[in-house]
Every structure is written in structure tokens, then in C-alpha cells.
């Protein structure tokens, strides 16, 4: 009995050694629970707010490309563009046949020189009325597409809002809509075949093929030129604007394009595809602090031109 009591407070502080372990081990184990959750928590909010940004950014991207092709699609409206470069092509001809006829008839039948100067001088005239029509397109098809625009991105900005509590965002910009030409696209004009007993439009075709103005393997004409006319016509012009042409009596559709395709660099021509810019910023304070300008660009084509009637 007397051992027992002796070595009580050797027991005693055995077990408060084990007891105090005991307790150490759960401590530790309940600081690493609550530390490993909020990594956890840090961890998805993070994630939360990068694939906000993502979300953010493909929205944008989407309503760029839509503003484009709406932009695009008003451009070449009912065939006008596609009409206006076949106008022009057989004005051009006209206006080289009547050269031909008043010189041949000047020579020839001086008595008639006068009617055949009228024919000519109103051929030059239309030449240059057609032109002054084109220029007016020219201006319609750009000041209708940068309305379109306009229009349509106030009614996106109301349709399609985001809001997130661990994303703000600012509302979305149009930074700028560009008018132009998908690249290596002709014209849809085709040069006409001609026949032995058409000389007028032979010479013509040899002035075309000494002057590149067509390609050999297509014979549509180059897009954006100026197809000048020799001799006294010179100062008239004639210009022929991309324009997709049609394939075995198929219309190219509207359609979405790379912005590496897209082409502006021909601002006096015919536009036949539209580039749209928008921006947009986006923070997160929540987590890691993030701020960015999202930025996108969306191109789109415009239909092409419809077959000859």
C-alpha cells in the first residue's frame, strides 16, 4: 500500500504527458484543416475569377463577330455592289466600242461623223454619271453599316449583361468598325468571251491581257483596280471592287473570316467585308486582384454576287 501511494505522482504525470500529446496532436491536426480550407477557398475563388475572364472574353468575342456580320451584310444589299461592278464593265465596253465606231466612221462616212460623235460623247457622259453613282454607293453602303453597327451594340448592351459577385466590369466599347475586302478575292466581273467576228472587243481583251488587269486562270478582273481605257478616254474611270463571284451558279454566303484576311487598304473602292474592334474592362478584387482590358476583333464577309441575268 504504501508503494502504491509512493509512486502516484509518477502515474499522475505519465498521463498528463499523454494527455497533453493527445491534445498537441489534435491541435495540429484541426490548424491544418482549417488552413488547408482556405487554401481550398482561395483556390476556387481564383479560379472562379479567371474563368470569369474567359466567360467575359468569349462573350465579347461572340458579339464582335455578330456586329460583323451584320455590318457585312447590309453592304451588298439585293446584289447592288455586285450589279455596279457588272454596270461598269459594260460601260466600259460601250464606251471603247464608240471610240472604235467614230473613228472608223470619221474616216469613212464623214456625213455621219456628227451622230457618231453624239453616240460617243453619250457614252463618255454615262461613263462618268456611273461613276459619280458608285462613289454615292460607296458612301451608302459604309454610313449604313456603321449605323447597323451602332444600332445593334445598344441593343446587345442591354440584352447581354454579366454580373458576378467576384467580377466587375465595365460596359463594353466600340473601339472601332473598318470597312474593306477579304484578301485575294476578284471581282465578280468575268470578261466576255469574244469571237473572230467581234474585233472591237478583241482589241479591248488584248489591252486587258497586255495590262494584267485579269487573271488568265479565271478571267474575272483583278479586285480594286482602275481598269483606265487607252487613247483619248483615258481620263474616265472604271473601277472594278472585290467582290466574291459566284460558283457554278452558287452565291458565295455571308460568312465569318479571319482578321488576317481582312484588307482596308483600298478605302475608294466597294467594302465587301467589316471589321469590328471592342473592348472591355474587367477586375476582381476578390482573391488575387485582377484587372484587364479585354480586347477582340470580329471580321465578316459580305454575300457575294449573284449570277448573271
Known sequence: METIIRNKPIHDMVLARA???????????LVLTTVTAWLTTIGLVVGMSISGLFLMHYRLQSQANELAAL??????EKDREGQMNDTISHCRQLVFASREIYDSTAQT??????????LLDGATASAADLEAERKNLLKIATDEANQKVAESFRAMSERDKLTLPWLQTSSP?????????????PSNVEILPTSEQATTL???????????FFAEKNHHYLPNINAKLPGQESHLDFNFSSLAPPVLGTV???HA????????DQPGQLPSAAQVTLSLDVATQIGASIHKTVKVVGCAAACGAEPVR
Open 19 to 29: 494527455t497533453e500529446r493527445c491534445r498537441t496532436q489534435h491541435g495540429n491536426i
Open 71 to 76: 455590318a457585312a451584310q447590309v453592304m451588298n
Open 109 to 118: 462616212y464623214p456625213d455621219f461623223e456628227p451622230l457618231a460623235r453624239q
Open 173 to 185: 466599347t466600340v473601339v472601332n468598325v473598318s470597312v474593306g475586302y477579304v484578301d485575294g478575292v
Open 202 to 212: 478583241a482589241v479591248l481583251k488584248a489591252h486587258d491581257q497586255q495590262n494584267n
Open 252 to 254: 458565295s454566303p455571308l
Open 257 to 264: 473570316m479571319l482578321p488576317a484576311a481582312f484588307r482596308s
